[in-house]
């Protein structure tokens, strides 16, 4: 009787520090190149010299805590993904650690509410991106990475025909676009991110799209336009974003005239560009409080006041 009174007593205290204090955290996990992942891990050490795809996710609901650690592609890996989520499984998360030397950082196809945060992305491979959410990957969250191209890549992060995701807080370097959201990508948010030295625009919007959302990014010292909005837009609001110093224009805007839900611009500051703070065309709606200065071309704005 004693020894059962006191394994009910045992237990009904670990439940006690599991409701007080968490449940205990998974053990470490030692994961090699291309494993396929199915319940929540934590690596043990870095992976290195992947041939192929780094980490493979293999079921819903899961997280992938690098813990600090590294996944390595190899030279010339154009092919594949630090961590592949190409199978379109939903609510995972991916964080805390560095990806490198790969053609994707991130890949989600068809992965609603995927999660990638406080990782840095290194050394993609040219024409690819730090991450891709693409085909209906929808209401997910891109936070607190730190991306760079280095030689080259296409996009720190790219949206391709997905919605309702939030782009924010991520710091993105010498890319081939910064950040690109576009192919019927519709209500995304982008907030808060600093891009710089893309070498063509560092935020780009491309056409068929409706109700995006970017708001109080810098994009700045990139070698073409700062921001680029694209013709065949609509509801696209750029509220309280700074660009200066890009090689172009600091804002550039292709809306279509006559476009029923057109491009709105209000309380953006664009100074020291090549060519003009700001260039939109005619339909697009001037929000007010818009400033341009120093900029190379003496009008320093078209298509709304500042």
Do not use: K
Request: glycine share 16%; net charge negative.
């Amino acid at each position: 009787m004693f020894e059962r009174r006191r394994s009910v007593g045992v237990a009904l205290a670990a439940s006690l520090c599991a409701f007080v204090f968490g449940a205990p955290v998974a053990q470490a996990t030692h994961v090699g190149c291309g494993d396929v992942i199915t319940t929540d891990t934590r690596l043990d050490s870095d992976i290195l010299d992947c041939s192929g795809d780094g980490v493979v996710i293999g079921a819903p609901g899961i997280t992938l805590d690098l813990e600090g650690h590294t996944i390595d592609g190899v030279t010339g890996n154009f092919f594949a993904s630090g961590v592949d989520n190409v199978a379109g499984h939903d609510d995972v998360t991916v964080e805390d650690g560095s990806v490198q030397d790969f053609g994707e950082g991130v890949l989600g196809v068809g992965a609603d509410r995927l999660v990638v945060r406080n990782l840095s992305i290194l050394a993609l491979r040219s024409g690819n991106s730090g991450v891709l959410f693409a085909d209906g990957s929808d209401g997910g969250l891109v936070e607190r990475n730190y991306i760079e191209g280095r030689p080259a890549g296409g996009a720190g992060v790219h949206l391709s025909d997905s919605d309702d995701n939030v782009v924010r807080r991520n710091t993105i370097v010498d890319e081939g676009w910064g950040i690109a959201v576009g192919g019927n990508a519709d209500r995304n948010l982008v907030e808060r991110n600093d891009v710089t030295a893309s070498r063509f625009t560092g935020i780009l919007l491309l056409q068929l799209t409706t109700d995006d959302v970017f708001r109080r990014n810098d994009a700045s010292g990139n070698d073409q336009d700062g921001f680029s909005v694209s013709h065949n837009t609509s509801g696209t609001l750029l509220e309280r974003n700074t660009a200066h110093s890009n090689g172009d224009d600091g804002i550039q805007v292709g809306s279509q005239v006559g476009t029923p839900l057109a491009t709105i611009l209000a309380h953006n500051r664009a100074n020291g560009n090549a060519d003009l703070g700001i260039e939109a065309v005619t339909g697009v709606i001037d929000g007010g409080h818009n400033r341009a200065s120093g900029n190379g071309n003496a009008a320093q704005c078209t298509g709304v006041a500042c």
